[in-house]
């Protein structure tokens, strides 16, 4: 992995609390991503940001969940009155923000686990 | 609708052999693609990419095919080792700043 940092590793959290994953890219990349596993599946996008924008939150539940990526500061993602089926890796990404092709690096992963 | 594919969920081959990971996918806008690799607790690592100007690209003991007509590609792992053991996964988009959409995975056991 080069360079994501994601924190905390593992967070454990009552239903009804709120969680916050903090990512702070590789140094120099501008983009960020986050992608959540599900226990047996796949990584499935959430949300794409830029500096102070969010440029694509397609895969975005519509409710609890938000994201923002500051001037200054980690990306973070937000998740308010977390449910059991929340409990999922959260892996953070970041790219350069001019490159060829589309490849992003990744953190080591946030598990959250829902209690 | 998932619009890249992995059919095969495991996949176990001897060392020394050749290891074989597939890929379809959907999306005829898709033309980059990208194959990761992932240890357990761990983050995905990127592994090799193909653009589709290209039909293979090799780098060390791994080489991905392409073949648009068929929306198809693979990863060859030769020879293979057990320190290969691990979930990959195959991504695709298409050009610029657009997520990479995954499929859900083929994990890979390298017997010794």
């Known amino acids: 992995n080069a360079g994501v940092m994601q924190n905390p590793r593992h967070l454990v959290r009552r239903r009804g609390q709120e969680a916050r994953l903090r990512c702070s890219p590789v140094?120099?990349?501008?983009?960020v991503y986050w992608y959540r596993q599900l226990p047996e599946e796949g990584l499935k996008f959430m949300v794409y940001?830029?500096?102070?924008?969010?440029?694509?939150e397609s895969g975005m539940p519509k409710e609890r969940f938000s994201a923002e990526f500051p001037k200054e500061g980690p990306s973070i993602l937000r998740i308010q009155q977390v449910v059991r089926g929340d409990s999922a890796a959260y892996f953070c990404?970041?790219?350069?923000?001019?490159?060829?092709?589309?490849?992003?690096?990744f953190g080591e992963g946030s598990w959250l686990t829902v209690v | 609708d998932q619009q890249v594919k992995q059919n095969s969920p495991s996949l176990s081959v001897q060392e020394g052999r050749i290891s074989i990971l597939n890929c379809d996918y959907t999306?005829?806008?898709?033309?980059?693609f990208l194959w990761y690799k992932k240890y357990p607790a761990e983050g995905p690592t990127f592994l090799i990419s193909?653009?589709?100007?290209?039909d293979k690209n090799e780098d060390g003991r791994f080489t991905v095919f392409l073949n648009k007509s068929a929306k198809h590609l693979s990863l060859h792992i030769v020879p293979s080792q057990p320190g290969d053991s691990a979930v990959y996964f195959c991504?695709?988009?298409?050009?610029?700043?657009?997520?990479?959409?995954f499929g859900k995975g083929t994990r890979l056991s390298v017997i010794a």
């Open positions: 990404a970041s790219s350069p923000p001019v490159y060829s092709g589309n490849t992003i690096y």
């Open positions: 193909i653009s589709s100007i290209k």
């Open positions: 140094k120099g990349h501008s983009h």
């Open positions: 940001l830029q500096k102070e924008n969010i440029i694509d």
């Open positions: 991504a695709a988009s298409n050009s610029g700043n657009t997520p990479l959409v």
């Open positions: 999306n005829s806008m898709f033309d980059y």
